[in-house]
Nanobody, 126 residues
Framework: VQLQASGGGLVQAGGSLRLSCVAS????????MAWFRQAPGQEREFVAG????????YYATDVRGRFTISRDNAKNTVYLQMNSLKPEDTAGYYC????????????????????WGQGTQVTVSS
């Protein structure tokens, strides 16, 4: 599976962005998907995850209620709608794919992800 992320950019605090991640291959619908982010000098952290069926989602505490992850299996695409953005959301955002067997509570574990996209930069100005 190859992943291509897009949609990042520069936005003012309080604004919105929608990230997209398109996957190659016909097996996209069998993978759980997630977004991670990494700011300079910091470790990569989990942002949001979604089960292969779309039936379960999981969010990091500091984005819950502001970000929404969704997927369209017909388009091999996973989205991250980001609202009420804050300067601390500034980071490179990466999409990733994990096997269908990964349970919901393990979606935040980066070690469960086999495939990663190249990242898209989100910068939020104050």
């Amino acid at each position: 599976v190859q992943l291509q992320a897009s949609g990042g950019g520069l936005v003012q605090a309080g604004g919105s962005l929608r990230l997209s991640c398109v996957a190659s291959g016909r097996t996209f619908r069998s993978y759980n998907m997630a977004w991670f982010r990494q700011a300079p000098g910091q470790e990569r952290e989990f942002v949001a995850g979604i089960r292969w069926s779309g039936a379960g989602t999981y969010y990091a505490t500091d984005v819950r209620g502001r970000f929404t992850i969704s997927r369209d299996n017909a388009k091999n695409t996973v989205y991250l709608q980001m609202n009420s953005l804050k300067p601390e959301d500034t980071a490179g955002y990466y999409c990733a794919a994990s096997p269908q067997s990964t349970i919901l509570s393990e979606l935040r574990n980066s070690a469960r992800y086999y495939y990663w996209g190249q990242g898209t930069q989100v910068t939020v100005s104050s």
